[in-house]
């Protein structure tokens, strides 16, 4: 069997170990216990080996002579002050990415209501235009001039029957009449 001095450490430890648990042993008995005598290293004990130790056990670790209360003590108050440096940190790192999140988002929507804004302005000149080059928009709006020309020379007879003309021409311009089209989108649902 190959021992290497890992093994050896790990050996030395329990056996110190041991003769601290019990220091009425007869074997150890009371006359060879010293407190002091007793050093473990740090790096010796396995994790059993370890949790086997009583809490007055005494072992080296980083250069400082420690018992396994005290650095149980130690290793609890330390894990308490990262996982609150750790929360913290968590939340205000919370709080910076919802500020950033919420800039971002309003930044967006702004870029898109002016892009939206813009589109609509074409889409309205386009209809305009459209809307205005028809054939029969041109037509009414000739007839609507004729009738008015008509009308001022007319008898009341045929005035009436003229006005009547203008009226249902009038409403038919209205509804060809140059308006925004209908757009539907995100933006525009209001």
Same mark, same amino acid.
């Given at each position: 069997?190959?021992? *290497?001095?890992?093994?050896?450490?790990?050996? &030395? !430890?329990?056996?110190?170990?041991?003769? =601290?648990?019990?220091?009425?042993?007869?074997?150890?008995?009371?006359?060879?216990?010293?407190p002091?005598?007793?050093?473990?290293?740090?790096?010796?004990? =396995?994790?059993?080996?370890f949790?086997?130790?009583?809490?007055n $056990?005494?072992?080296e670790?980083?250069?400082?002579?420690?018992?396994?209360?005290?650095?149980?003590?130690n !290793?609890? %108050?330390?894990?308490?002050?990262?996982?609150a %440096?750790?929360?913290? &940190?968590?939340?205000?790192?919370?709080?910076?990415?919802?500020?950033?999140?919420?800039?971002?988002?309003?930044?967006?929507?702004?870029?898109?209501?002016?892009?939206? $804004?813009?589109?609509?302005?074409?889409?309205?000149?386009i209809?305009?235009?459209?809307? #205005?080059?028809?054939?029969?928009?041109q037509?009414?709006?000739?007839?609507t001039?004729?009738?008015?020309?008509?009308?001022?020379?007319?008898?009341? #007879?045929?005035?009436?029957?003229?006005?009547q003309? #203008? !009226?249902? $021409?009038?409403?038919?311009?209205?509804?060809? #009449?140059? =308006?925004s089209? *209908?757009?539907?989108?995100p933006?525009?649902?209001?």
């Open positions: 069997m190959r021992l *290497n001095m890992r093994t050896i450490e790990s050996l &030395a !430890a329990v056996v110190l170990g041991l003769c =601290t648990m019990a220091p009425n042993c007869p074997t150890c008995g009371p006359s060879t216990y010293r002091n005598a007793a050093v473990i290293a740090a790096k010796g004990p =396995t994790k059993q080996q949790n086997a130790l009583p809490d $056990a005494i072992f670790y980083k250069g400082r002579r420690l018992t396994k209360g005290q650095f149980l003590a !290793a609890s %108050r330390a894990h308490a002050t990262a996982s %440096r750790r929360e913290a &940190a968590l939340s205000q790192n919370r709080a910076r990415f919802e500020g950033f999140r919420t800039k971002f988002l309003s930044d967006q929507h702004a870029r898109l209501q002016t892009k939206n $804004a813009r589109l609509y302005a074409e889409l309205t000149r209809h305009q235009v459209q809307v #205005a080059m028809s054939p029969q928009r037509a009414l709006e000739r007839e001039r004729d009738i008015s020309t008509r009308s001022r020379n007319a008898s009341p #007879a045929e005035r009436a029957q003229l006005n003309r #203008a !009226a249902m $021409a009038l409403r038919q311009l209205r509804s060809s #009449a140059p =308006t089209p *209908n757009i539907r989108g933006m525009n649902n209001r």
